[in-house]
């Protein structure tokens, strides 16, 4: 492990932090609250620690070239250093006394999953209100893709730290050099955020509600600044506005790029997109049916409803309008299983992921078409291409250990006191980064019970899930640290 | 498809489940009960039916050996065939009315479930009784292994028929002729189950029920004689000989065969058993700590009934002593993940095999390895070689298909009532071959109240999860019909 180099981009990425920490600061101002003095602080300390690996001398002889497992080191130490500063501004106002919850609060935040442990969203200041939504929106897209787009010196490596951080089953080069390619993620990011924040406030919504609604839609996240979340607005408008982004924010970035150029036959063409779509048309219907007569009066209520929360959850959202614990179980059933699969890869959306599970569907077809015929070779196909073996096993493993860690999640949830479906409920909505989960933790409710283990445990999974699981849990493997 | 062929073993495999049915005649005399009647009318009708298909004129041009998918369909068939035959005392006699109630239950004993539908085991008279129990029995260590060994006939094609009734992940031949094995197999099954009697009736258990326990012990069936399962003994000594019989019954026969042969090498040698007895070590201690203080006064009786209740969830066998439903939920967790990790391979417990998850664990490592060192070769091994790539592969896919059918069951389940607990407790409990699961169909509840297509539905899982899915569900498959 070359110590150095690890320690001197998270020294850069920690600069970078405390320069983002002063965004804030003009809101705090206009609405005469005085959290900009813990964000200034907060920031100072940050560049300061961030400082330090920088005055180390250069060891001229080392390899500027990153390997792979420096990648992934350097990611998964990135993500926990923005978390472990990014949650000082909150304990320094006091706006959130706890160390460990301000923690929960910022990884929620950095990893997009939106799970909160305050009870009264609405007292927050605004300066910390608008950082806790601008952490969804700088770690929704990536900070290290950010990194790469607006700090060329990150070059270095740049390719090993993007396929850790970003690191779907398949890697979709917009562009042969990786800054390019950051660059246009990043700016297809930043046109649908300040096209959503317009269409907000055309429905009355405020500017400053407006931007961080748009941050958690775009994110995927799922902070709002109201304790009823998108529901406290009772407007159709606005619901399927953040629906429309919510849908558009869980599809591969990579489609959006070539439709903005003019290519609407790629998104039609994209087998994932059209899974994507299916599922979410699918799973409208079968609980549209079903809450239809149960708890809505008309079908255009039904629809504006179900669309939204079945979008909030397979997006990895989590946004609310309707509290779904009053839904029949059947529907709580979907929405459980919905919360696994995702958004499609290259989108912000969390989960497993469309195209995952899309693959694993044709991968368990061709095994059971090998059983029928022994001899015949049947590749899974996509696209018109053959995914290769190594890539299919990569995906058959990653949904192993997806599912063994869930398990095991369960069974320490459940010894820190929560009942069965609120254990199941809290691994699977921050391991799937979406927010709100079950029983005890479902839409109505927050994090704010749990104890202080489980707090920093269900902030690891929303840092495994984030990540996609290996590029953190490699890190545990003995051979990881083995010369 | 060879229907011809296939229809005569059918009518072959109807004729011995006639011959079966006799066999609970005396026990129905001895205790004067009259069901006797409704066992010989019911073995009167499979005996006609199963004639027709044989009285077929044989087409001499056809050539005998069976292909893998007729063996796949035949197996399926028959284990459907016996359940439709089977359920007829219960429907003639009167003791279960309704033909839907009869055929759940009757699966549930032939794939070695024990789920039932019975309010008031107690009421049913002893023909029938011992009929119940005897399903568990034949359909333990499987009815076509049974049939290979004692109709030689069935020779034809045996291999394929041996493999679709038992898939396991690696066959394990005793002998290079098919029905040296099966003989083998059944012939150690005997002697247990005739050594688990005497040792239940010097606890003074009648042999009737002696007889009946350890038929459901051996075939990891859990059908009891009692309303109250085994609890209604209140006898330590019973606890632990079916505590021990069903770790056996949990454990690869193949090892049995070596032991009894002498080579107690070859059980500590097998990582497979290893892994097993760590796992109810393990789960034993977890439990046992948690309910130590909670529910029981003293370490003896804690022993007592967390060792017996993680066997016979573990080894799928779903007999009672205690109540775990108030066990703290951390325990009922482990419990319920304990459900889909099953017995050993070749052994006659359910759930995904032991072995399939030990090569599991190996193959996610090896896919971290990989990430690690990009370059590197990273085979999975177990007993020193080296496990065949397409091997590995099906493993991963039958891990991922056995989750999916998962998913869908729990939400179809939903459809028909039962609550979020309830129904993933009935699907785990049905496709892993358990028995009692979880909230409404927990162990002092039976399947009474569940919808007709529910049953019918968790029927189905039974069969899925006692022919290790891929058998049933490729008939599924569109390709499997086509020439």
């Known amino acids: 492990m070359k110590f150095k180099i690890v320690a001197r981009i998270l020294g850069l990425l920690l600069i970078f932090?405390?320069?983002a920490m002063l965004l804030p600061i003009p809101f705090s101002l206009y609405y005469g609250d005085s959290?900009?003095?813990?964000?200034l602080i907060s920031s100072g300390i940050s560049l300061s620690v961030g400082i330090i690996p920088l005055l180390i001398r250069k060891n001229e002889k080392e390899k500027k070239e990153l390997r792979a497992k420096e990648g992934f080191a350097v990611v998964t130490l990135a993500w926990i250093v923005f978390s472990a500063f990014g949650a000082l501004p909150f304990?320094?106002?006091?706006?959130?006394?706890?160390?460990?919850?301000?923690?929960f609060e910022t990884m929620s935040g950095f990893s997009a999953t939106g799970a909160t442990i305050l009870?009264?969203?609405?007292?927050?200041p605004h300066g910390l209100m608008f950082w806790r939504s601008l952490t969804h929106w700088l770690g929704g897209m990536g900070i290290i893709v950010l990194s790469l787009a607006i700090l060329p010196f990150l070059g270095v490596g740049g390719m090993q730290l993007f396929k850790a951080e970003v690191p779907g089953p398949v890697v979709d080069k917009l562009s042969p050099r990786i800054t390019e390619?950051?660059?246009i993620l990043w700016s297809v990011y930043v046109l649908f955020t300040a096209g959503e924040t317009i269409l907000l406030m055309l429905g009355d919504m405020s500017f400053f509600d407006a931007l961080c609604h748009s941050f958690g839609t775009m994110a995927t996240g799922g902070f709002s600044t109201k304790n009823a979340s998108i529901g406290s607005y009772g407007s159709a408008y606005i619901d399927y506005v953040i629906f429309i982004f919510m849908v558009i924010a869980g599809t591969n970035f990579s489609l959006h790029y070539r439709m903005l150029k003019g290519s609407f036959r790629a998104v039609w063409k994209s087998e994932e997109f059209r899974f994507y779509i299916s599922i979410i048309i699918g799973a409208t219907l079968l609980i549209g049916i079903d809450v239809y007569a149960r708890n809505y009066t008309n079908i255009f209520e039904t629809l504006q409803y179900t669309l939204f929360q079945v979008a909030a959850i397979i997006t990895t959202t989590g946004y609310g309008t309707a509290d779904y614990e009053t839904w029949s179980s059947s529907s709580q059933a979907i929405l459980f299983l919905l919360m696994f699969v995702g958004g499609c890869a290259g989108s912000t959306g969390g989960g497993m992921k469309v195209l995952r599970f899309y693959l694993l569907f044709k991968f368990v077809y061709s095994e059971i078409v090998k059983l029928i015929h022994p001899q015949a070779i049947v590749p899974v196909r996509i696209g018109g291409t053959?995914?290769?073996?190594?890539?299919?096993?990569?995906?058959?493993g990653f949904f192993v250990l997806f599912m063994i860690i869930t398990g095991f999640g369960i069974i320490i949830m459940s010894y820190m006191g929560l009942d069965f479906p609120s254990a199941a409920g809290a691994v699977a909505a921050t391991i799937n980064n979406i927010g709100p989960g079950l029983g005890q933790v479902?839409?109505?409710?927050?994090?704010?019970f749990i104890p202080t283990g489980g707090k920093w445990l269900l902030s690891f999974f929303m840092l495994v899930g984030r990540l996609e699981v290996f590029t953190v849990i490699i890190l545990l493997a003995p051979s990881f640290w083995r010369k």
Chains 1, 2 share one sequence.
């Open 181 to 183: 390619t950051a660059k």
């Open 386 to 396: 053959v995914v290769d073996r190594k890539v299919m096993t990569n995906i058959a």
């Open 119 to 124: 009870t009264d969203v609405e007292a927050m």
């Open 442 to 448: 479902g839409p109505t409710d927050n994090y704010a």
């Open 17 to 19: 932090l405390a320069v």
């Open 91 to 103: 304990v320094i106002d006091g706006a959130i006394p706890s160390y460990t919850d301000a923690f």
């Open 35 to 39: 959290d900009y003095i813990a964000l």
